[in-house]
């Protein structure tokens, strides 16, 4: 029946969200990019996600360098002073 | 030109980079000092060994990097993952997704809203955004933790994660697609203030 196969080849947003982080990972058979595009089409909270998880994407890729310039946490000072201690003995 | 270490200068000059990074992926005060310890003493032993071939900051941060992985490894932390995959798969589907007739969709409370933005490009709240990250990472499962970061901070690539936490590719797509809905959810509660 045509309605069933229409129905089967469209994705449900847990799919969808699936193959929209695998489409970051690898290329995407033909088959499986026309589902997630017809999906993309109709579901506004997906394709929120789509940017949402970009953006997680980014900020993570980028928390290196961040941590770096502005470190969000200091070592305490007593720990400073022991692994001083370890390395002066170390040496 | 190689570049030189100068571990006299370690602690003033990555103490705190490499405790923050550390306390991003733990969330664990203590264990990340020991961590941080642990990889300024071993980069000191192996300090000959440094080819000068990255910057002394990555090179050190690899090292913690490997520390970390060795600490998930002690703990077993990945151990019988596809078992408890398939423990919580109908628990899980169900916290995110409808189920019965028209099966698999966002429900009201977990459909995404819209994110305004603007938040995270204030560089003053990148801190507060990073502390965030921090804590949304420490409320996911245990089990998903250390292949999220392996892929999301450290950039590694499937193959690389499969095989350094000994899973196979079915159940690291499970992981990094539930890590991800929980990490979005997270943000969109605690970060955009829905």
Request: neutral net charge; contains cysteine; aromatic residues 12%.
């Amino acid at each position: 029946m045509a309605f069933v196969s229409v129905r089967n080849s469209i994705y449900n947003c847990k799919q969808a969200t699936l193959f929209i982080l695998k489409k970051k990972d690898r290329r995407l058979s033909i088959t499986e990019r026309a589902r997630l595009f017809i999906h993309l089409l109709f579901c506004d909270p997906c394709k929120r996600f789509v940017k949402q998880s970009d953006f997680i994407d980014h900020s993570l890729h980028h928390c290196d360098e961040m941590l770096y310039d502005q470190p969000v946490h200091s070592l305490p000072e007593e720990t400073r002073k022991k692994i001083q201690q370890e390395l002066d003995a170390a040496s | 030109m190689s570049n030189t270490l100068h571990p006299a200068d370690w602690i003033n000059l990555y103490g705190d980079y490499l405790y923050s990074l550390a306390l991003l992926k733990t969330g664990n005060k203590e264990i990340a000092e020991d961590l941080v310890q642990d990889t300024f003493l071993a980069a000191f032993k192996a300090r000959e060994g440094f080819k000068g071939i990255s910057s002394e900051k990555t090179w050190l941060a690899t090292i913690l990097k490997n520390k970390i992985v060795d600490h998930y490894r002690k703990k077993d932390v990945l151990k019988n993952t596809g078992d408890y995959l398939a423990a919580t798969d109908e628990s899980f589907h169900d916290s995110f997704f409808t189920t019965g007739d028209k099966a698999g969709h966002w429900t009201p409370a977990t459909a995404p809203k819209e994110w305004h933005t603007e938040n995270a490009d204030n560089p003053v709240n990148e801190r507060e955004f990073y502390q965030i990250l921090q804590y949304c990472i420490q409320k996911m499962p245990p089990k998903l933790v250390p292949v999220f970061l392996a892929r999301f901070v450290d950039q590694e690539n499937a193959d690389e994660i499969c095989k350094e936490f000994n899973i196979s590719s079915s159940n690291y797509w499970v992981i990094i697609h539930r890590a991800k809905l929980l990490m979005r959810s997270c943000l969109e509660k605690n970060w955009f203030g829905a």
